[in-house]
Protein backbone atom coordinates (compact mmCIF):
# COMPACT_ATOMS: atom_id res chain seq x y z
CA UNK A 1 0.00 0.00 0.00
CA UNK A 2 1.43 4.00 -0.87
CA UNK A 3 2.08 5.83 1.61
CA UNK A 4 -0.30 8.36 -0.12
CA UNK A 5 -3.75 7.36 -2.12
CA UNK A 6 -4.76 9.41 -4.74
CA UNK A 7 -7.57 8.85 -7.52
CA UNK A 8 -5.82 9.62 -10.62
CA UNK A 9 -9.17 10.94 -12.55
CA UNK A 10 -9.19 11.85 -15.28
CA UNK A 11 -11.84 14.74 -13.49
CA UNK A 12 -13.62 16.54 -16.51
CA UNK A 13 -15.90 19.42 -15.44
CA UNK A 14 -17.66 22.44 -17.03
CA UNK A 15 -16.34 26.06 -17.12
CA UNK A 16 -17.34 27.65 -13.36
CA UNK A 17 -18.21 24.31 -11.71
CA UNK A 18 -16.38 23.60 -7.86
CA UNK A 19 -13.95 20.97 -8.38
CA UNK A 20 -13.20 18.77 -5.43
CA UNK A 21 -9.48 16.91 -5.25
CA UNK A 22 -8.59 14.34 -2.59
CA UNK A 23 -5.88 12.04 -1.02
CA UNK A 24 -5.75 9.76 1.84
CA UNK A 25 -2.48 9.10 3.75
CA UNK A 26 -1.33 6.62 6.10
CA UNK A 27 1.68 8.06 8.05
CA UNK A 28 0.97 9.40 10.84
CA UNK A 29 4.00 11.88 10.98
CA UNK A 30 3.08 13.97 8.08
CA UNK A 31 2.70 17.08 9.43
CA UNK A 32 2.83 19.54 6.37
CA UNK A 33 0.11 18.83 3.17
CA UNK A 34 1.12 20.67 0.14
CA UNK A 35 -0.86 20.71 -3.52
CA UNK A 36 1.20 21.36 -6.19
CA UNK A 37 -0.24 21.95 -10.23
CA UNK A 38 1.70 20.58 -12.82
CA UNK A 39 1.17 21.55 -16.44
CA UNK A 40 2.06 19.08 -19.41
CA UNK A 41 5.84 18.43 -19.42
CA UNK A 42 6.34 20.68 -16.79
CA UNK A 43 7.62 20.94 -13.63
CA UNK A 44 5.63 20.75 -10.56
CA UNK A 45 3.96 23.81 -9.40
CA UNK A 46 3.13 24.53 -5.59
CA UNK A 47 -0.19 25.86 -5.04
CA UNK A 48 -1.39 25.57 -1.46
CA UNK A 49 -0.05 24.21 1.88
CA UNK A 50 -1.43 23.69 5.13
CA UNK A 51 0.50 22.82 8.37
CA UNK A 52 -1.41 20.08 10.61
CA UNK A 53 -5.15 20.35 10.50
CA UNK A 54 -7.22 22.83 9.79
CA UNK A 55 -8.19 25.09 6.33
CA UNK A 56 -6.84 27.47 4.02
CA UNK A 57 -8.22 29.68 1.39
CA UNK A 58 -6.17 31.26 -1.35
CA UNK A 59 -8.23 33.06 -3.71
CA UNK A 60 -10.34 30.22 -5.66
CA UNK A 61 -8.41 27.70 -3.89
CA UNK A 62 -8.99 25.98 -0.40
CA UNK A 63 -7.02 23.08 1.14
CA UNK A 64 -8.65 21.39 4.20
CA UNK A 65 -6.72 18.72 6.26
CA UNK A 66 -8.32 15.98 8.71
CA UNK A 67 -5.57 14.49 10.39
CA UNK A 68 -7.81 12.36 12.58
CA UNK A 69 -9.30 10.75 9.10
CA UNK A 70 -5.93 11.12 7.30
CA UNK A 71 -7.55 12.87 4.71
CA UNK A 72 -6.75 16.31 2.77
CA UNK A 73 -8.64 18.30 -0.10
CA UNK A 74 -8.33 20.85 -2.12
CA UNK A 75 -11.21 22.61 -3.32
CA UNK A 76 -11.29 24.69 -7.03
CA UNK A 77 -14.21 27.23 -6.97
CA UNK A 78 -15.00 29.01 -10.24
CA UNK A 79 -12.99 26.26 -12.33
CA UNK A 80 -11.62 27.84 -15.63
CA UNK A 81 -10.23 26.12 -18.45
CA UNK A 82 -6.38 27.27 -17.47
CA UNK A 83 -7.21 25.49 -14.15
CA UNK A 84 -7.06 22.30 -16.99
CA UNK A 85 -3.60 20.31 -15.09
CA UNK A 86 -2.89 17.50 -13.15
CA UNK A 87 -2.82 18.22 -9.47
CA UNK A 88 -0.39 16.74 -6.90
CA UNK A 89 -0.68 16.40 -3.31
CA UNK A 90 2.31 16.14 -1.65
CA UNK A 91 3.22 16.18 2.32
CA UNK A 92 6.25 15.72 4.66
CA UNK A 93 6.88 14.66 7.61
CA UNK A 94 9.58 17.32 8.89
CA UNK A 95 10.05 20.96 7.23
CA UNK A 96 13.05 20.05 5.13
CA UNK A 97 12.09 16.29 4.86
CA UNK A 98 11.32 15.12 1.16
CA UNK A 99 8.26 15.31 -0.38
CA UNK A 100 5.59 12.05 -0.61
CA UNK A 101 3.47 12.67 -3.62
CA UNK A 102 0.27 11.20 -4.60
CA UNK A 103 -0.26 10.02 -8.32
CA UNK A 104 -1.78 13.09 -9.33
CA UNK A 105 -5.18 14.04 -10.76
CA UNK A 106 -5.89 14.78 -14.17
CA UNK A 107 -8.43 17.80 -14.37
CA UNK A 108 -10.08 18.90 -17.16
CA UNK A 109 -12.28 22.05 -17.26
CA UNK A 110 -14.12 22.42 -20.57
CA UNK A 111 -15.43 26.00 -22.07
CA UNK B 1 14.99 34.65 -8.72
CA UNK B 2 15.85 32.93 -12.08
CA UNK B 3 14.18 29.53 -10.92
CA UNK B 4 15.57 26.24 -10.73
CA UNK B 5 17.10 25.29 -14.40
CA UNK B 6 17.49 21.98 -15.82
CA UNK B 7 19.69 20.64 -18.48
CA UNK B 8 19.30 18.36 -20.88
CA UNK B 9 15.42 18.84 -21.52
CA UNK B 10 15.57 15.87 -23.40
CA UNK B 11 17.74 12.88 -23.49
CA UNK B 12 17.81 9.85 -25.08
CA UNK B 13 20.34 7.00 -25.35
CA UNK B 14 20.47 3.37 -25.64
CA UNK B 15 20.23 1.27 -23.23
CA UNK B 16 23.87 0.66 -21.89
CA UNK B 17 25.21 4.18 -22.00
CA UNK B 18 25.92 6.41 -19.15
CA UNK B 19 23.72 9.57 -18.83
CA UNK B 20 24.48 13.10 -16.65
CA UNK B 21 22.09 15.54 -15.79
CA UNK B 22 22.85 18.89 -14.28
CA UNK B 23 20.51 21.03 -11.87
CA UNK B 24 21.18 25.12 -11.31
CA UNK B 25 19.22 25.48 -8.14
CA UNK B 26 17.74 29.31 -7.20
CA UNK B 27 20.51 31.08 -6.04
CA UNK B 28 21.70 30.73 -2.39
CA UNK B 29 19.42 28.17 -1.83
CA UNK B 30 21.10 25.47 0.27
CA UNK B 31 18.91 22.32 -0.39
CA UNK B 32 18.43 20.86 -3.51
CA UNK B 33 16.23 17.33 -3.92
CA UNK B 34 15.78 14.73 -6.97
CA UNK B 35 12.80 13.71 -7.74
CA UNK B 36 12.00 10.48 -10.41
CA UNK B 37 8.46 11.01 -12.58
CA UNK B 38 7.02 8.15 -14.29
CA UNK B 39 3.96 8.76 -16.74
CA UNK B 40 1.15 8.73 -14.40
CA UNK B 41 2.68 8.80 -11.42
CA UNK B 42 3.59 11.30 -8.94
CA UNK B 43 7.44 12.59 -8.22
CA UNK B 44 9.42 9.88 -6.07
CA UNK B 45 12.35 11.21 -3.90
CA UNK B 46 15.39 9.97 -5.25
CA UNK B 47 18.61 12.01 -3.03
CA UNK B 48 18.46 15.24 -0.93
CA UNK B 49 21.51 17.73 -0.63
CA UNK B 50 22.01 20.32 2.14
CA UNK B 51 25.31 22.32 0.93
CA UNK B 52 27.32 19.98 -0.42
CA UNK B 53 26.63 16.76 1.52
CA UNK B 54 24.18 14.59 0.48
CA UNK B 55 22.36 14.02 3.57
CA UNK B 56 19.74 10.79 2.36
CA UNK B 57 19.13 8.74 -0.54
CA UNK B 58 16.46 6.76 -1.23
CA UNK B 59 16.35 2.87 -2.01
CA UNK B 60 15.27 4.06 -5.66
CA UNK B 61 18.85 5.40 -6.21
CA UNK B 62 20.48 2.22 -6.86
CA UNK B 63 24.44 1.67 -7.26
CA UNK B 64 24.30 2.63 -10.98
CA UNK B 65 22.71 6.31 -9.72
CA UNK B 66 25.45 8.47 -7.88
CA UNK B 67 24.48 12.39 -7.60
CA UNK B 68 27.09 15.13 -6.40
CA UNK B 69 26.96 18.62 -5.34
CA UNK B 70 30.73 19.93 -5.36
CA UNK B 71 30.98 23.43 -3.50
CA UNK B 72 26.74 23.49 -2.84
CA UNK B 73 26.14 24.97 -5.90
CA UNK B 74 24.64 22.73 -9.38
CA UNK B 75 24.10 19.13 -8.67
CA UNK B 76 24.61 16.30 -11.24
CA UNK B 77 22.90 13.25 -11.27
CA UNK B 78 24.56 10.34 -13.26
CA UNK B 79 22.99 6.90 -14.83
CA UNK B 80 25.43 4.20 -15.50
CA UNK B 81 24.89 1.19 -17.50
CA UNK B 82 21.29 3.06 -18.33
CA UNK B 83 17.85 0.34 -18.62
CA UNK B 84 15.23 0.93 -20.54
CA UNK B 85 13.24 1.53 -16.72
CA UNK B 86 15.29 3.94 -16.11
CA UNK B 87 13.30 6.04 -18.81
CA UNK B 88 11.65 8.87 -16.47
CA UNK B 89 11.20 12.25 -15.98
CA UNK B 90 13.79 13.57 -14.01
CA UNK B 91 13.06 16.65 -11.52
CA UNK B 92 15.03 18.55 -9.59
CA UNK B 93 14.21 20.81 -6.36
CA UNK B 94 15.70 23.51 -4.24
CA UNK B 95 14.52 25.11 -1.14
CA UNK B 96 15.79 27.63 1.46
CA UNK B 97 12.82 29.93 2.98
CA UNK B 98 13.48 29.06 7.14
CA UNK B 99 9.96 30.21 7.24
CA UNK B 100 8.42 28.12 5.01
CA UNK B 101 10.93 25.37 4.58
CA UNK B 102 8.74 22.80 3.31
CA UNK B 103 8.09 25.42 -0.28
CA UNK B 104 9.90 23.49 -2.85
CA UNK B 105 10.90 24.84 -6.35
CA UNK B 106 10.58 22.68 -8.79
CA UNK B 107 12.95 22.43 -12.28
CA UNK B 108 11.49 21.86 -16.01
CA UNK B 109 13.13 18.70 -15.69
CA UNK B 110 15.08 15.85 -17.77
CA UNK B 111 13.22 13.73 -20.19
CA UNK B 112 15.07 10.22 -20.33
CA UNK B 113 14.13 7.94 -23.29
CA UNK B 114 16.50 4.40 -22.74
CA UNK B 115 15.99 3.04 -26.02
Known amino acids: QKEVEQDPGPLSVPEGAIVSLNCTYS??????FMWYRQYSRKGPELLMY????GNKEDGRFTAQVDKSSKYISLFIRDSQPSDSATYLC???????????FGAGTRLAVHP | DTGVSQDPRHKITKRGQNVTFRCDPI?????LYWYRQTLGQGPEFLTY????????KSRLLSDRFSAERPKGSFSTLEIQRTEQGDSAMYLC?????????????FGPGTRLTVT
Open chain 2, 93 to 105: ASSQRRDRPYEQY
Open chain 2, 27 to 31: SEHNR
Open chain 1, 50 to 53: TYSS
Open chain 1, 90 to 100: AMSAGGYNKLI
Open chain 1, 27 to 32: NSAFQY
Open chain 2, 49 to 56: FQNEAQLE
